[in-house]
Structure formats: structure tokens, C-alpha cells
């Protein structure tokens, strides 16, 4: 990585710091000072507005929804979920 780009790499951290909404979370086996950042909902509908009201819309259609997901074996699993739209954030629910 050059200068310049440590540079903009280093800027956008500190203002990822500076920022108390968002959460920070240290990568798996990525050094102390890599942080990785999850964008908020309201992120998504301020820089995607299209993409958020498509996938609002889908996720909004029923209140029960399931989620496939595959297991290390790669045997299948479903699992139930519930989606809520709160305070510019996506909370998921699940059993």
C-alpha cells in the first residue's frame, strides 16, 4: 500500500472512530488496529435508496421469513426468522 493510500486509509478510520453510532469489532486474526464496520440501515437507504425500498419491500411482504444457511459437513439448515426495521437498524430475530 503506498503513502497516499495509508493516508486515506488512516482518515477514514478516524472518522469510523469518531462516529458513535457504528460498532467496532476486531477482525479473527487480523491485528489489533484492523477494525472492520457494519453500516447502519439508514446507511443503506442514504447511499442505496433503491436497493433499501427493494429489500425493505421483501422483507416487509410477510412476517415470518427463513434463513438457509449450510453447515460446516455441508448438510442444509433453515432456520426462522423475524425482521424489524428500528431506530435506522435491521433487527433480526430467531429461534
Known amino acids: 500500500m503506498g503513502n497516499a493510500s495509508s ?3 488512516g482518515a477514514a478510520v478516524d472518522r469510523v472512530a469518531r462516529e458513535p453510532h457504528r460498532t467496532r469489532r476486531s477482525a479473527t486474526g487480523c491485528p489489533a488496529d484492523r477494525w472492520s464496520v457494519m453500516p447502519s ?3 443503506v437507504e442514504a447511499n442505496a435508496p433503491e436497493l433499501a425500498s427493494l429489500a425493505r419491500g421483501f422483507l ?3 412476517v415470518h421469513k427463513t434463513l438457509a444457511t449450510l453447515r460446516r459437513d455441508g448438510s442444509p439448515r433453515i432456520s426462522s426468522t423475524e425482521v424489524e ?3 435506522g437498524e435491521v433487527w433480526l430475530g430467531s429461534m
Open 60 to 62: 416487509d411482504a410477510y
Open 41 to 43: 440501515w439508514s446507511d
Open 7 to 9: 493516508s486515506r486509509l
Open 85 to 87: 426495521f428500528a431506530d
